[in-house]
């Protein structure tokens, strides 16, 4: 018997506030292309004070999952039914997958970082000394995965205190990591025993792609890992610099894709095509 027709399509998508933008739908939909899943994936328009509503929605119309970003990431917390242990260490959530009746929180952001450190660096985090550049959302989901990765040492430079203490309190009090706090108020120079340096601010992003972080280039050595989250453009001035001086480099463009990867295979079961999404990414902010 010929299977009966099936025109539902599984929904999933993005909460954001602008989220007209955000090129994650890009990547996604490449990957149901390339399964032949018959998913879609929406960029919805969401503003702070009807968040609540529209998790109801998300409930009532079956979504199965969502990506949040910017506003939501820490006030989507309160409408879920669980959380991850990690999310709920870092304070945010940027996915929210469908288990049966209910939403759970998830954040990938750290996650895809990881994944990207370790398959397209080569890099496994155990036992290192890090630098991170910066204190915001993005540095607290990565610091947390290192942490619990096993990073030996995690200094976080930024020029808000106020921001940074409250972060190293967190790794030092809740992961076996030994975090510090240093303040980013003249031009930095990085440690020499430093293995890994991350740059997590958005310094550099398009359209202000020609800045790159305050830091003494001259610090930075060969044998070092140098990582950007900027994924558009992904080969910033920042690792330019850092790449004329012998260290390896590992762009924004590997970790989006595969935070994305996971946010895939946590909604469709599936593993994700990262090839295709990263393709089809790449294509999107017109780099080879």
């Not at 933008?21 to 969401?46: D, K, S």
């Not at 199965?64 to 304070?91: E, F, W």
């Not at 830091?215 to 900027?230: N, W």
């Amino acid at each position: 018997m010929a299977d009966e027709p099936n025109y539902k399509s599984e929904l999933v998508g993005v909460f954001g506030h602008p989220v007209a933008e955000n090129p994650t739908i890009v990547m996604q939909e490449a990957g149901f292309a390339a399964l032949g899943l018959n998913w879609r994936y929406l960029n919805i328009e969401v503003l702070p004070e009807d968040l609540g509503a529209a998790v109801q929605g998300l409930r009532a119309m079956n979504f199965q999952g969502i990506n949040c970003t910017i506003p939501h990431k820490v006030a989507v917390l309160q409408y879920l039914d669980d959380v991850s242990t990690d999310a709920r260490l870092m304070g945010a959530v940027n996915t929210v997958r469908r288990d049966g009746k209910h939403l759970i929180g998830e954040n990938t952001d750290g996650k895809g970082f990881l994944r990207s450190l370790r398959e397209d660096a080569g890099v496994d985090p155990s036992g290192l000394r890090i630098v991170v550049l910066g204190a915001g959302g993005a540095a607290r989901a990565m610091t947390v995965e290192l942490a619990l990765a096993g990073a030996s040492h995690i200094s976080i430079v930024n020029r808000s205190a106020d921001r940074a203490r409250p972060l190293v309190a967190l790794l030092n009090d809740n992961t076996p990591t030994q975090a510090t706090y240093v303040p980013w108020d003249v031009i930095f120079a990085i440690p020499s025993d430093t293995h890994v340096l991350v740059n997590t601010t958005s310094i550099g992003l398009y359209p202000n792609v020609t800045d790159k972080p305050n830091i003494d280039y001259a610090t930075i050595k060969p044998g070092m890992v140098v990582c950007d989250v900027i994924p558009n453009p992904p080969q910033t001035p920042f690792l330019d610099e850092a790449a004329k001086r012998g260290a390896r480099t590992l762009d924004g463009l590997g970790m989006l894709v595969n935070q994305g990867a996971i946010a895939f295979k946590m909604w469709t079961g599936h593993d994700a095509p990262v090839e295709a999404m990263r393709t089809a990414l790449a294509a999107e902010f017109g780099v080879s």
